[in-house]
């Protein structure tokens, strides 16, 4: 948690997003005013319905 003050809000501004490297060995990185996020994984989709 970067800010436990917004921690109940709805929605987060996205700092920075970092996709994993070397074939997915470095995890993904999605940083937020709010979180981090780590994934490790062989295979990720994000989908967002606008």
Do not use: P, R
């Not at 993904?28 to 989908?47: K, P």
């Amino acid at each position: 948690m970067h800010d436990s003050e917004e921690v109940h809000e709805s929605e987060a501004d996205l700092i920075g997003f970092s996709i994993g490297a070397e074939s997915h060995k470095k995890a993904t990185v999605i940083t937020t005013d709010i979180f981090e996020l780590s994934i490790i994984y062989g295979s990720f989709v994000l989908q967002k319905n606008w």
